[in-house]
């Protein structure tokens, strides 16, 4: 997984991590309250999981951009804090099929675990250390995932930043609002991680008006100015695929090429490597040879 850093799209400011503004009024649940039960909720059997919602539905998009038919993250967010405030209840076991829904992504794994793989997969997972200071940097909107050897099939949840989350089951049967930490240490949870996507759809990405601030082929040349080859390959991937600025066409052709010199680069340094290991080869050789007609003149 993604450490702090390694994406080229994470372009976060502290406006990411706020706490959301529907959910400012909502309590946070804490451990010593007598709201019901705070155990892990079973895990899904019998037909508890879903995979009984249906699969198929929209195709998955990958970490490409946001579909159309994804509610955008401030209405799935309102969503799941009604739910949350209104009291209304839930199936034990049900987190994965809660979080997709409230973004409208259609069934495609089986359990949270599964669709934290895919994020994994698509190269989109973020670690994060299970401390308050890390889950406070989780970005609102994004989704959560926990794991651990307790649990099979893992925990899923919307960030509403500021460390906390939406969960099901928080209490038993019900949506609650709690800390990222405080849910994994109550679950025996021992593995954090965030994602843009779930069902390897993406949902969440960072505020528009901060992409737009910083044109992408900036960041490529700062990155070469920085001698940062892999970001700026990074970069020049996303520049190629998406195009910049004014004429996208011709900064997608201008990135294909930078990337082919890239690749030219890498060839030539694997080149220079094996001539290296050629001419090692060869030395060592010529000294084993000397050395065996040495050794006969003596006999």
């Known amino acids: 997984m993604l450490a702090a850093g390694e994406d080229p799209d994470l372009d976060l400011t502290d406006e990411d991590f706020t706490l959301d503004p529907a959910a400012a009024l909502l309590a946070t649940i804490e451990l010593d309250t007598d709201l019901g039960e705070f155990t892990a909720p079973p895990e899904p059997a019998g037909g508890q999981d879903d995979v009984v919602e249906g699969l198929g539905g929209p195709a998955s998009t990958g970490p490409g951009d946001i579909p159309s038919y994804v509610r955008p993250r401030r209405e799935a967010l309102a969503l799941a804090v009604s739910y949350?405030?209104?009291?209304?209840?839930?199936?034990?076991?049900?987190?994965?099929r809660e979080s997709r829904q409230y973004f409208n992504v259609a069934a495609l794994y089986a359990a949270a675990k599964l669709s934290l793989a895919g994020?994994?997969?698509?190269?989109?997972?973020?670690?994060?250390?299970i401390t308050s200071d890390?889950?406070?940097?989780?970005?609102?909107?994004?989704?959560?995932?926990?794991?651990?050897p307790l649990s099979q099939y893992g925990h899923i949840a919307p960030s509403l930043g500021d460390g906390m989350v939406l969960s099901t089951d928080w209490p038993r049967g019900r949506y609650g609002k709690v800390r990222a930490?405080?849910?994994?240490?109550?679950?025996?949870?021992?593995?954090?991680?965030?994602?843009?996507?779930?069902?390897?759809?993406?949902?969440?990405?960072?505020?528009?008006?901060?992409?737009?601030?910083?044109?992408?082929?900036?960041r490529v040349l700062t990155a070469l100015a920085d001698d940062r080859p892999a970001k700026a390959q990074a970069l020049l991937e996303r520049l190629a695929e998406d195009g910049d600025g004014d004429r996208p066409r011709e900064a997608k052709r201008a990135a294909r090429k930078l990337l082919l010199a890239f690749d030219l680069n890498d060839d030539i340094a694997d080149l220079r490597a094996e001539i290296s290991d050629l001419q090692t080869r060869r030395n060592a050789l010529r000294r084993?040879?000397?050395?065996?007609?040495r050794n006969l003149k003596v006999a």
């Open 134 to 148: 890390a889950v406070a940097r989780i970005p609102r909107g994004a989704i959560v995932y926990w794991t651990g």
């Open 84 to 96: 949350a405030r209104d009291g209304r209840t839930v199936t034990p076991g049900y987190c994965l």
């Open 288 to 293: 084993n040879g000397g050395q065996s007609l």
């Open 181 to 218: 930490d405080v849910l994994a240490a109550a679950w025996g949870y021992t593995e954090m991680a965030w994602a843009p996507t779930v069902n390897d759809v993406r949902v969440w990405r960072p505020n528009a008006q901060k992409a737009a601030s910083t044109p992408l082929i900036s």
């Open 119 to 129: 994020a994994q997969e698509l190269g989109v997972a973020h670690r994060v250390a």
